[in-house]
């Protein structure tokens, strides 16, 4: 994995040299210039810093070295529009080692503090495994009023499911899939165990098996569970570790990015991370069926009927809406246990991106309560979620008539949502359900998130999780 993400050591002894750094909003800026030397104000005005957001002004010292740096924090509007630019603009700064003056960060709110010290660690993750970069040389010392061992949690999960969607299916397919969850498991000693290849059909997982049996490399169910007291919370991901769409063949253009169709499953392994990291009060579950939707004589094809782990029939009338049937034998088996909630996270539908476009993460529940929390833990977290309708007179639309359910509607009509609706059917036993639709992908370079794999959703997740549901 990415080295973890780190503040620096306030016992460092070059700590007591560090070059101030003071965070500034447009409205502040007179107020700021004002408190500057003559000749500092004037260096200042002279290569016109106005405390955009992301903008720095590297002002001397009388000796031609660095005094101090003034970092743009722009307006609210300006961050809602680009999360994270003031913090990625620190990790670019010239090598060093630097630290938010305390007087100045207390003229702003804590969540703009918070931002600013989780965008600063976000946007020092590199990609490694292939290509040697650059890293971050800008140091910065632990930022007055945030809580630095949470947001090193995040930051460290987020690293590990960007490093897990970034690798490609060659050296990451179900086998290799397991074994991150396995080391995860090992590291806070949790229980751990796989049904594998043809035990998958022996004990009762058809869907999950048949998805995966086209593959040279066995499918599998992951199972892992922590912590003896408080709530049962199950966290099932899709872990399609490459989709080629099966005989209903993808076209290229849609194949490129197919290495990401295991971002659920990644995503569920961060959140787990930082739930396990953290000793939540939780009885955690992970369930991540783990396969590879690839194409050989024994493929399963349109038109067949499969019978899931709960008895419930589906009729197959694309065989790339595959992910929804290896959740369903997962989310069966996990209701069983009869969690108090049960969360699903998957690269699920295009329909989702059409319908709230790569940035947002659209999720589902019949919970009002639980849907307020997350609502109102997305922006307070950085995390931007959008709250997606189960609209019940949509059921008939899954209901083919020859089977119990149609795993592609026809009409292309609503299909994130009929999807959802296909993987509520999978959940009787639990009390309560979400199901996340993310992308968990960045098609271009943003601050502190580099194209490539992303978390989503999950930050608001552990946040409504930490405050016990």
Known sequence: MSN?????????PSADAAVPLYPIAPDGLEAALAALSPSARHWVESVGFDAALGETCLVPDAQGGLAMVLLGVGQATDRLRRRFAAGAAIAALPKGLYQIDPDALANHAAPLRDEVALGYLLA?????????????QAALLPVQGTDTAHLERIADAEYR??????????????AELEAVARELA???????SVIEGDALLEQNFPMIHTVGRASPRNPRLIDMSWGGDGPKITLVGKGVCFDTGGLNLKPGSSMGTMKKDMGGAA???????????????????????AVENAVD?????????LTARNGVTVEINNTDAEGRLVLADALALGAEDAPDLMISMATLTGAARVAVGPDLAPFYTDDDTLAAQISAAGPAQFDPVW????????????????ADLDNAPSGGMAGSITAALFLRRFTGGAARYCHFDIFAWQPSDAPARPKGGLGQGIRAL???LAQGV
């Not at 897990?164 to 179900?174: E, F, R, S, V, Y």
């Not at 090992?186 to 751990?192: H, I, P, Q, V």
């Not at 995503?267 to 069926?289: C, H």
């Open 124 to 136: 020092g993750y590199q990609f490694e495994r292939y290509r040697k970069k650059p890293p971050c």
């Open 387 to 402: 709250r997606m309708p189960f609209h019940t007179p949509y059921e008939a639309m899954i209901e083919p008539g020859i």
């Open 4 to 12: 973890p993400p780190r503040f620096a050591s306030c016992d460092d």
């Open 462 to 464: 552990f946040a409504v």
């Open 297 to 305: 004589g024994s493929a399963f094809r349109p038109g067949d009927i």
């Open 267 to 289: 995503n569920v392994l961060g959140l787990a991370q930082m739930i396990m990291d953290a000793g939540l009060n939780i009885r955690l579950r992970v369930l991540i069926p």
């Open 186 to 192: 090992n590291r806070y000693k949790a229980k751990f």
């Open 161 to 174: 499911l960007r490093d897990l969607i970034n690798t490609p299916a060659q050296d990451m397919g179900p």
